[in-house]
């Protein structure tokens, strides 16, 4: 029987990828630092945030809501905290800088708080918050999004995005504590699997117009009008609507970057915001006592007696480091049908393509 994917070296699909950032204009520096981004989050399973957000880069680049020129300078630092102006263009070199810019201030304030204005989607916040773990520090990403999906509880109208969140902290013998959510209670993949599946969704994932559960995956495709987190009022979705609307403070209101509900239509940019921190353990307790406890802690939680024997309890974090681990050897299994449109969008752009599919 005939695949369905392609399994692709995490070092081939990378460089793809940045011969195609290249060809649409970015810098080689910045290029390969997107290529990264994408790349460790396919490595870590988050398929929605890898090499299969090309097209949609590809369709913002053409409608212009995207700059892959983009210029990228600090706007303001004061002691602990920055802020950075991403410059219209994709969202991943200015996190990747604002989250090492944080460690750097973590280093040397104990704290360090960098936030991203005028930028674009940025990928999967695990990626930036383990930036901050994998040196020893705590690392939390939090970003808005360009369009709105999450119905406020009692509403329908969406308000907020899927704001993801990210919280990473280091261990000195466990692979680091890794919490990597949307605030949404699913995320807008689970709906397109549902469609092509000819599935009906269970209610509490998505609402039609008059605010009432939707079942018709297609529908909810075209709608997006999300449920935040928990779903109904009575199974906690206030709580996922805080987070969400918490992100969106973080985010937007405090580095200064637009609400999307309130810009604009006719605005040239989406001016997309993040926050990024990193705090030094150390500036909290003697050195190396709290990555001795977190190890602890980790233990304690894999010890838990499970309901089921054949499903142990696992920490946050360890189904992406056991993806990582097993693409890393066996390579990313990449959809043909994403492969025959990255060819297209090579061509289009003059990039050479690397993806070569077997002969059927």
Not at 160 to 174: D, M, Q, S
Request: proline fraction near 8%; include cysteine.
């Amino acid at each position: 029987m005939t695949q369905k994917h392609l399994t692709v070296p995490a070092k081939l699909l990378q460089q793809q990828m940045a011969l195609v950032f290249e060809a649409w204009g970015l810098p080689e520096a910045d290029a390969d630092i997107t290529a990264e981004v994408l790349t460790r989050a396919d490595l870590m399973g988050i398929d929605s945030h890898g090499i299969t957000l090309l097209p949609l880069y590809d369709e913002l680049i053409r409608t212009g809501r995207l700059e892959p020129r983009a210029k990228i300078g600090i706007d303001r630092s004061f002691g602990a905290i920055a802020v950075i102006d991403g410059g219209g263009g994709f969202g991943q070199v200015p996190s990747v800088r604002a989250m090492d810019l944080a460690i750097e201030k973590a280093h040397a304030f104990g704290i360090g708080a960098v936030g991203v204005r005028n930028s674009n989607h940025y990928g999967a916040a695990g990626v930036y918050a383990l930036r901050a773990a994998e040196r020893g520090l705590i690392g939390l990403s939090t970003s808005a999004v360009y369009k709105p999906s999450i119905v406020p509880i009692f509403g329908r109208e969406p308000r907020l995005g899927t704001n993801p969140l990210a919280f990473a902290a280091p261990g000195r013998h466990n692979r680091p504590f890794l919490l990597d959510m949307a605030t949404s209670t699913i995320a807008i993949g689970k709906l397109k699997l549902a469609a092509r599946e000819g599935r009906r969704l269970p209610e509490g994932w998505a609402l039609d117009a008059h605010g009432q559960p939707q079942e018709d995956p297609s529908q909810a495709l075209l709608d997006r009008l999300m449920t935040p987190l928990g779903g109904s009022r009575m199974m906690g979705g206030h709580k996922g609507y805080g987070l969400a609307a918490m992100v969106e403070v973080l985010s937007t209101l405090l580095p200064g970057a637009s609400y999307a509900p309130l810009r604009a239509p006719d605005a040239a940019r989406f001016d997309v915001g993040h926050f990024h921190m990193a705090l030094h353990p150390d500036a909290f307790r003697d050195s190396g006592a709290f990555l001795d406890d977190l190890d602890a802690f980790i233990d304690c939680l894999h010890a838990t007696h499970p309901a089921d024997p054949d499903e142990p309890v696992r920490v946050p974090g360890d189904p992406e480091h056991e993806t990582f681990e097993r693409r890393s050897r066996e390579g990313v299994p990449v959809p043909h049908s994403l492969v025959q449109a990255v060819a297209a969008i090579a061509r289009e752009c003059g990039a050479d393509f690397l993806l070569a599919q077997p002969a059927e």
